[in-house]
Every structure is written in C-alpha cells, then in structure tokens.
C-alpha cells in the first residue's frame, strides 16, 4: 500500500468514483486507520449523493424492500397520521390544561420508536433475504472493514462469532435519518443468522437495554456518538450469549 496521505483531489475522485480498484483500496486502507478523515470523507459522500438526488429525482441504491415506493408511501402515510395524532393531543392540551398536557407527553412517548428499532427492521428485511442478504461477503474480510468504516466514519471491527457456531457472511451499508448504517450478518450451518449493526446516535450519552419483539431479542447500547445493536432469535439461546460477548467497546 502507498504511504502518502491522499490529497483532497484523489479524495474527491474517490467520493465520484473516478479512481482505478488498486488507488480505491489504497485509499480505503488510508480513511479505515483514521476515524477523522473518514467522517470527512463520508459528509463528502452524503453532500455528493444529495446532489445526485436532486440533479436526478433519487439514488441509485442496491434493491432495498424499504426503499419500494409503496413501501415509502406506507411509511409516509403512518408517519403524516402520528403527526396529525399528535397536533389534535397538543390543541387538546392547550383546552384541557395541566391534564391534558400530561396526555400530550404520554402520547408523543407513545409514538417514538424504541431505540435501536431500525436494527430490528433490518435484520427483519435482510436475515430471512436467502439470495442477497449482504453486498459484499466475508472473503473480502480487509476490503469488507475498510468500506464499512470509511462509510460510517468509524473504524469498523468484525466480531469473531466461529465459538458459537456462527459464521460472518458480510456485510451490508443502510441509509437511516440519522446517517449511513453499516450491518454484518452472521450464520450457522443451519441457515439461523445474527445481525451486529451501528449507526450514528444523537444519543450521546452511555445507556443500554435489551428488549424482546416478535420473536426477535435485541440488545442495544449508546456509545460516543454511535448506536450499537446485535439482533437474533429469541428461541436461541446462543443469542444472549453472542449479545454479552460482544463488547459496548467496539
């Protein structure tokens, strides 16, 4: 690999695709050993793909089942009703006073999504995907850890999960209103699989949960600015033993 920190124009050719496949790797090893030139890389990414989107009506995404347009339709149909729920609780709240304004809060807390929830829909939409669950697998163990962590502005580890029979397939990058997510999916010989996903939080400070959802166990954390969540199968017990081995450190 070349040693020279690239200049802001290879960069630049980096972020519009513009470099051959051996300076790309260069420079992907380059933004994976440092956090801070990768998150400024990655605000060029998001600035650029903005732009592409407003030059050409949207983004050329791999095949995402959340991002059909009936599925955003769905999605901006119940998110206009939880707006319009929660402007009839606030006018209530203004008639009724000190009581009403106590079931304003009660029915905002109601309506926000439970941390980490975005972990869950993913591992919903890509763990039971038998064709594509990842877009780059796991052979490309190096070039797999540097695209993930120059995407999401942090270096990125891969928990070894071989002890509990779970093998990493690869990983996969997500768009979320928070900022670019990156998921590594896991599995066992018996196709069961464990999702290990991170995003940004505004969340800055440290907390912590776990929490049961249809079937799903989710153990999430808070940590410098990134959310953190591992999500499998309830019904297996391995799944509470990989959700403590990974630690709230990576």
Known sequence: MNDTMPDDDTLQAYVD??????????????LAAQPALAARVAQWQRDA???????????????????????IRRTRRARTQR?????????????????GGWQAKTMRVAAAAPP???????????????TRPVEMDASRGPELQAWLSARLG????????????????GGRMLATPDGAAAML?????????????????????????????????????????????VVGRA???RT???QQAIPPAV
């Open 17 to 30: 695709g513009q470099l051959d496949e051996a300076r790309r790797r260069d420079v992907e090893a380059c």
């Open 49 to 71: 793909a903005g732009l592409r989107a407003a030059l050409a009506g949207g983004l050329s995404l791999p095949p995402q089942a959340r991002l059909d347009p009936a599925s």
């Open 83 to 99: 707006r319009l729920a929660l402007c009839a609780s606030l006018v209530l709240a203004l008639g009724l006073g000190g009581m």
């Open 116 to 130: 980490m929830d975005d972990a869950v829909t993913a591992y919903r939409i890509f763990a039971t995907d038998r």
């Open 154 to 169: 942090r270096p990125m580890s891969l928990p070894d999960l071989q002890s509990y029979g779970f093998t990493l397939l």
């Open 185 to 229: 999916m896991y599995q066992d010989g018996e196709g069961r699989r464990i999702s290990f996903y991170v995003r940004p939080s505004t969340r800055f400070a440290d907390a912590r949960g776990n929490r049961l959802n249809d079937g799903l166990a989710l153990r999430y954390w808070y940590r410098n600015g990134y959310g953190f969540a």
């Open 235 to 237: 019904d297996d017990p």
């Open 240 to 242: 509470l033993a990989v």
